[in-house]
């Protein structure tokens, strides 16, 4: 058998490329944008206020002069990077708990189970409003990702839990464990290998979670204030009222990023999907 | 309906308040100067007409929450409270209680959530059963493409393009609020009109960006379901294509539908909050960012408190009408 070229791949999984092609894309933008914006005209008063797009400034300027051409530059790296970061220990914390939960069982997996049922029935943007808003000091933007990541976890767990539970009876895994092979050792070479289909798709969806979540918070002012990113953007966007006074360039843009991020990683995850899962993606 | 059925879920309903509660007790005491004591003596010090107000209130915070009592005597009593919906006074609007303000703005929340999520919920799971028939008309699987793109978008930022083509470039629409300014709330058929017409533009983009969500899951269960040896029966006893469908696939689909609904409670209210402000709907959302901006904070905890236990009385509700539906599952676990 010869490998299939990349194109071929490509066209397999159309889904997929076009999930990885956007936040590429999105991705690149912040680095390559930097090589010709200048990030400084991102900062309050860099420029006259309130201008409308010119050759100047490509996206005009919002009501405390910056430039926004700057910010999106600027910010669209920020909320990868909190997206990133909490989606990351969100799924190191899930898949820990979702483990231990189900290749354990017994009273720790009635535990984790409770907690992450309770939390995730309760609405993860009040807490968070709790716990940001507790917070007396600035928030940064590293702790901002790890306030959205202390409720991401709960829904890693409870998949990972569940794949663990039905591959722990698997005929291979019992003869693992007919052959000597300690727990640990089980988990490492059987369990884990087969779960990362599960584990790419989780990521995928715990970043995209974690990115909406962080933008909720900033849109109700608890981001970190002195930052340009795509959700603070959007919150002085709103406390300036420009949808009232029809400033489009300053509202559209970091909705049309934010859009980009969820489409792409959307795509991403549902090409995972039927990789993991072929079974529900039948063509009927 | 067996009482130990009840009892149980009854149970889980009492932690999951429980929970909430805590963790709202806990949080902001986790923080190295508590924010609440901060904000009453920032507001005295600002004091002007306020000042002999404030001072009453950080009498009766101090009475109520005493730096002198013991931790767990706080808890206990902070339980109580939580129990009869007090939550104190508002900091912002001194004389008015948090209980009060939150209840004004819950009516609002509540009709334009069920309301929106309902329709969604109605025609994402016929789009997900049709998506998932090999009979329907082609054009629905080129509809669903886009409206799967929507589903990728949050409420509110769909909401904000929404407000600005028909409220602002076409002018069909209310830019915002819940009733056009200037008229008092009255139970007249002109009022009534007015409200529904200004919660047009939000429960549309709830609805518009939802509606994907529910097609995909419909359409999950309905492949599974169509796996299954009694639609394969069906279809070989030479049933109506139209029979197997509505009454072999559908029904069966329509079930485990009906727990993502309970699931998604948390996820929907999240994302409603937000709508509200986008449009400045009168409802708890609003209240909620009125109270973040002025930091009230009886008044934050208050509106989380209270959602939960919306939150969690409408899990309990589904969870006691499901087994009527589905006999199947009979009131086990």
Redesign the interface.
Known sequence: MTRPSLGALARQHPQLTAGLVVVFLVVAFGPVGSVFVDTDLSRVGSAAANTSPSAEHPLGTDAAGRDLLAVMVAGTPLTLRIGFIAGAVGLGIGTLLGFIAGFFGGWIDTLIRGAADVLMTIPGLLFLVVLATSLQATVTVNMMALVVASLAWMIPTRTIRSQVLSMREAGYVQVARLSGLGDLEIIARELLPNLLPYLAASFVSAVGAAVLASIGLEALGLGPQNEPTLGMTIYWALYYTSLLRGVWWWWAPPIIMIVLIFVGLFLVSMGLDRIANPRMWKTP | MPADYLVRRFAVFL??VW??AT??FF??R????N?IR?RLLQAVSFGGAGKTDMEAVVATYEAKFGLDQPLWKQYLRYIGDVARLDFGVSIANFPSRASDIILRALPWTLGLLTMATLIAFAIGTLLGALL???KSPAVLHYLSAPL??L????Y??LG??L??ALG?TLRVFP?GGGFTLGTLPNPSVAFAIDVIYHSIVPALSIVLSSVGFWALSMR?MM??V?GEDYVNYAEARGLKSRDVFLRYAVRNALLPQTTSLA?A???V???A??VE??FAYPGVGTV??RA??T?D?FV??G??VM??LA??LA?LILDIVYPLLDPRIAYKR
Do not use: K
Request: aromatic share 14%; proline share 8%.
């Open positions: 932690i999951i929970a909430g963790i709202n949080m902001p986790l923080a190295p100067v924010p901060e998932a028939w090999p799967l793109a589903s990728a978008i949050p509110y930022l904000l393009v407000v600005f602002f830019l999950g492949v599974t169509q699931l409670m948390g996820y209210v999240s994302g909050v937000l402000v986008v909620l960012f973040i901006q930091f904070y934050i905890y509106v989380v959602v939960i939150i969690a899990t």
